[in-house]
């Protein structure tokens, strides 16, 4: 568990299955325009539970970690941050997020973010985080820009979402630590 002020991070595991779904259902219009192009069969609890099984396959191999952003008041899950495809011959990895829409601009994103950068350049001594944003998503690029990450370019054609290939902004972020 990684602790924040407002919010802690945690590894999934199988007692949050009913709740993962119970998320992805709330937001699943709410995250239409960003995300993968998705099934009903994504929807599934059988589906969440082959995920989370992933995840921790995933984590013990050391390559992605992804947690879910539970509130400190009421444990409620409010959303998901991850650091994907990790390499570490690279020492790099790519961070992905998502909160739910009613959480939206209260920052707890910004705080997440905080955290999971923390843990992967003080915990885990990565070098480089980068991200991919579509270009109309102001708010999650500029998220990013707050906490320091550069735009290296624009990845075209670079994610199936809603039926059609989407560009998105290329970003990085440089472990100070390695300057």
């Known amino acids: ?27 699943r219009l709410f ?11 994504y929807y599934t609890l059988a589906n969440i539970r082959k995920y989370i099984q992933s995840y921790a396959q995933q984590a013990q191999n050391k390559e992605s970690y992804r947690y879910g952003i539970f509130l400190n ?6 959303g998901t941050i991850a650091l994907n495809d990790i390499l570490w011959p690279l020492r ?3 961070i992905g997020y998502a909160l739910d829409e009613d959480h939206n601009k209260k920052g707890y994103m910004s705080e997440a973010l905080k955290l999971m950068i923390h843990e992967a350049f ?4 990565l070098h480089r985080l980068e991200a991919g944003v579509m270009p109309s998503n102001t708010a999650s690029w500029q998220l990013l820009e707050k906490h320091g990450f550069e735009r290296e370019g624009l990845m075209r054609k670079n994610v199936h979402i809603n039926g059609q290939w989407e560009d998105h902004y290329h ?8 300057q």
């Open 171 to 178: 970003y990085a972020l440089i472990n100070p630590n390695d």
């Open 92 to 94: 790099c990895a790519y």
């Open 122 to 125: 003080i915990t885990l001594n």
């Open 31 to 41: 995250f239409k325009p960003y995300v993968f192009t998705r099934s009903d069969q």
């Open 1 to 27: 568990m990684i602790q924040g002020e407002r919010i802690y991070l945690r590894a999934f595991n199988q007692h949050d299955d009913q709740r993962i779904l119970q998320y992805e259902l709330k937001n």
């Open 73 to 78: 008041a009421n444990h409620q899950l409010i």
